[in-house]
């Protein structure tokens, strides 16, 4: 009877926290959401000196009262979910761990000779923000797409950094170190800068054969920019369409037999032979 109660309770408090298709659990998302976005805004203010120096211990008790809402929120979600070890060796467990994490090691150590290392500590807690992907139905058909993409942006960005590569050495042999292309690896990075259109200046071509070569890098890096989106967008739309044709597949149903999933084309149920009616 108790393990029944218990198994009621953590179904229960697995379609809170889990669920995005209950009352409940939609507005545990909103006030989730509120919670992250609040907590991040305070770090962010925490960094800013003057509002440090003014709400520096608002801003700490805040801190403590998210750490302690978050920590609540990851033991009730390793509570409810079935299986603990994937939910906590997932991504987004992996976030929830990290975001309350900080806070907990200022804590125990507060020495002098640690207090650079847990400031910078303090800044990972901004990725909790990372943990509102969980409630965006978009970012999951973007996180697909990129994982359709991933052999074709692989080997362009193979294809980018062989000709980064092939520039900066090109760039080494006309300018040399007299011109500040003192090394290969620093005229790489020449090349990066120029490539992606970022143009630093701190070093710069002087020979007209340099500066030739350096026009063909950004005449490249304004071709190249427009390849990942072109793949990435190809991607997302075949994902948007394959959905669509998911969703409406699912949407006729037959009249007699309540199956779904026949093609689109279909007028008569694959199962039962009854006429599909579309809701």
């Not at 990851?74 to 990290?98: E, Q």
């Not at 980064?164 to 290969?184: Q, R, S, V, Y």
Request: hydrophobic share 45%; aromatic share 14%; with cysteine.
């Amino acid at each position: 009877m108790q393990n029944s109660v218990q198994s009621d309770l953590q179904k229960t408090v697995y379609d809170v926290i889990f669920g995005y298709d209950t009352k409940a659990g939609r507005t545990f998302d909103v006030v989730l959401i509120c919670l992250i976005v609040i907590s991040v805004t305070a770090v962010l203010l925490d960094s800013v000196e003057s509002y440090h120096l003014r709400f520096g211990e608002f801003l700490f008790q805040l801190e403590w009262f998210f750490t302690i809402v978050f920590t609540i929120e990851y033991i009730l979600r390793l509570y409810s979910t079935p299986n603990k070890i994937r939910y906590a060796s997932s991504f987004y467990g992996l976030i929830d761990l990290f975001s309350i994490l900080p806070t907990y090691i200022a804590f125990l150590f507060p020495s002098a000779q640690f207090l650079i290392v847990i400031r910078i500590m303090r800044v990972l807690r901004i990725f909790r923000i990372l943990k509102l992907f969980r409630y965006i139905g978009e970012a999951n058909l973007l996180y697909t797409a990129l994982l359709q993409a991933r052999r074709k942006i692989f080997v362009f960005l193979f294809s980018v950094l062989t000709l980064i590569i092939i520039f900066g050495a090109l760039m080494f042999i006309i300018e040399g170190p007299e011109h500040g292309f003192n090394n290969i690896p620093r005229s790489i990075y020449w090349a990066i800068v120029t490539i992606t259109t970022v143009g630093y200046g701190d070093i710069s071509p002087q020979t007209p054969l340099g500066q030739l070569v350096a026009g063909l890098a950004m005449i490249c890096g304004y071709a190249i920019i427009a390849v990942p989106t072109g793949i990435i967008g190809a991607e997302l739309m075949n994902e948007y369409q394959n959905r669509s044709r998911k969703n409406l597949a699912e949407d006729r149903k037959c009249s007699s037999c309540k199956a779904t999933g026949h093609d689109m084309d279909a007028r008569f149920c694959k199962y039962c032979g009854n006429i599909i009616r579309q809701r």
